[in-house]
């Protein structure tokens, strides 16, 4: 009498993270219940296929792949699909349905070893309900981790991978980013690109040789691009449609940012062809037409000598003489000039707070680096008592991990502390003649200088309607001449209300006055 030939069967094995891949146990488990089942049922094993590391929420599984095709293979002859539980096959009931149809087009079952799946209505129930209690399962954790995250952005924390110019670090056991090594390459691209005197190509060009880097190879146009566009260098986290304030330490300014963003916006990347900035005009393309024509320059020749001149390109009748229009320019620079009295509030305020804040953190700083020197001792002293036998290695490695943690969180706090002493009066010595009178300042500067200066003064630059100025915004350091915070981490409201801003931060008003002082006293510009 002829044997009976056994069914043939492929044994399919998943683990979700490359974690328990590494660890190999839960593999182990699957395979062994799988391989019982199939000899408990009459199967003969033909291949197995193993998935570690994979997500079951999608199809896009290398192993599954092979599955299917090794399963449409008519010579290979597959009757069933063993699988540990329904959930290793797939944990969305949309995918899992099409699974299931594709296998039985190829007359091939689906066989669960720990759960009852037969081929009747039934069975078929049963099955329906474990690939919804799956899916179910899936979306609950997935609906976790979303709503984790969202609290985590909303407490100003970065998550995801650390921008450019960032590292990821975890302090008290949550993660955020601090500024690393490259943090003032992405400093000096904004820097840069906020004088508007090349294009950004050469910019690019220039960074890659100072060794800005992604992966090894410079940043492609679209990735140059995109960097300069994220709002977290200069402090805001934009994610879920929220905008949260990160409590990590911003790498520019929101006046630099906004100068960026308007220098990116009024050119077209493919067909803007650069001139660069004219040294006998420098209001060319900071003053604008309110039909948005750009202010340019030219001379005209007279009987004997030839006259500058400022117009609206397009615009007719509106030629105006280069002196009397940057005298005009002037005065109303000088207009926001902060009186003596709003001058010394200012510098009052930030000088007594900014150096109280970094006399507590270099304290601070004192402390952490006390503690860590005494965690590190005690390290040392648990392995002399291993080594003389006094505690086991299982004590030993217990004792040190706990200490490995502590030594973690103390170092990140000692990481985010400021790197020196800064000084706010040192700032003040620079900037307090440009803040009071800003449009003498500005005569008596380059005209590298100049250019920074008026685009400080007024980020979105000015209008000239009906023969006077406006302007959208300002620089906060000069709306300052009434109501200031009464703590660091308040807001200072504005004096003017036609201006469209957002309240500001001490610290802010202190970025601001760095980023000035760095300006007036940046040698290049002189």
């Known amino acids: ?34 391989t019982e089942y199939a000899e408990d049922n009459g199967y003969e ?43 290793r096959i797939s944990r969305n009931m949309d995918d899992y349905s099409y699974l299931r149809l594709y296998f039985k087009k190829h007359k091939v079952e689906i066989k669960s070893t720990s759960e009852a799946i037969e081929d009747n209505p039934a069975g078929r129930f049963m099955e329906n309900m474990l690939a919804n209690v799956a899916q179910f399962d899936n979306d ?74 992604h992966k090894g190879k410079p940043f492609g146009k ?84 030839k006259y500058p001149y400022y117009r609206f390109k397009g615009v007719a009748k509106t030629d105006f003489l280069k002196d009397r229009f940057e005298k005009r320019y002037m005065a109303y620079m000088s207009k926001y000039g902060l009186t003596n009295g709003a001058m010394q509030k200012l510098k009052g305020m930030l000088v007594e707070r900014f150096d109280r804040r970094i006399t507590e953190h270099m304290q601070l700083g004192t402390q952490l680096k006390a503690r860590i020197a005494d965690l590190e001792t005690k390290q040392g002293m648990l392995i002399d008592k291993n080594l003389k036998g006094v505690i086991n290695d299982a004590i030993l490695q217990t004792q040190l991990a706990v200490i490995d943690d502590q030594l973690n969180d103390l170092k990140g706090q000692l990481l985010r502390l400021p790197s020196k002493h800064e000084k706010m009066e040192r700032y003040f010595a620079v900037v307090e003649e440009f803040l009071k009178d800003p449009g003498k300042i500005w005569a008596k500067s380059s005209n590298q200088k100049r250019l920074r200066l008026q685009w400080f ?55 601001e006055i760095k980023e000035l002082a760095g300006i007036l006293s940046d040698p290049e510009n002189t």
């Not at 399919?12 to 660890?23: D, G, I, L, P």
């Not at 200031?484 to 610290?507: C, G, H, K, M």
């Open 140 to 213: 609950v954790r997935t609906e976790r981790s979303v709503n984790g995250m969202r609290d985590a952005v909303r407490e100003g924390r970065h998550i995801g991978k650390a921008p450019y110019g960032y590292s990821r670090i975890k302090i008290d056991k949550k993660a955020n980013i601090i500024p690393n090594e490259d943090a003032p390459l992405v400093r000096k691209l904004f820097a840069e690109v906020a004088k508007n005197d090349r294009s950004i190509a050469e910019i690019r060009l220039e960074m890659h040789k100072a060794g800005m880097l």
């Open 457 to 511: 003064e007024f980020p979105h630059g000015i209008v000239l309607e009906n023969e006077k100025f406006r302007t959208q915004k300002v620089a906060s350091v000069f709306n300052v001449k009434s109501g200031f915070a009464t703590d660091l981490s308040r807001s200072v409201r504005r004096t003017r209300r036609s201006y469209n801003q957002p309240e500001i931060t001490i610290q802010q008003y202190a970025q």
């Open 1 to 34: 009498m002829e044997t009976e030939t056994k069914k043939r069967a492929v044994i399919y094995c998943r683990v979700s993270t490359k974690e328990q891949a590494k660890e190999g146990g839960s593999l182990l488990t699957q395979k062994r219940a799988c």
């Open 222 to 305: 679209s990735q140059f691009y995109r960097l300069l566009q994220n709002e977290v260098y200069c402090g805001w986290i934009v994610k879920f449609g929220e905008r949260n304030k990160g409590s990590y330490e911003p790498l520019v300014s929101e006046l630099l940012f906004e100068r960026v963003q308007s220098v990116l916006k009024r050119r077209s990347h493919k067909s803007f062809i650069y001139q660069r900035e004219n040294p006998d005009f420098p209001l060319r393309r900071f003053v604008f037409h309110p039909n948005g024509a750009k202010l340019t320059g030219y001379w005209a020749q007279g009987k004997k000598n």
């Open 45 to 87: 094993i033909i291949e197995t296929f193993i998935e570690e590391g994979e997500s079951a929420k999608t199809q896009n599984r290398t192993q599954l792949k092979r599955l299917m095709s090794f399963c449409a293979d008519r010579k290979n002859n597959v009757h069933a699909v063993i699988a540990y539980k329904i959930d």
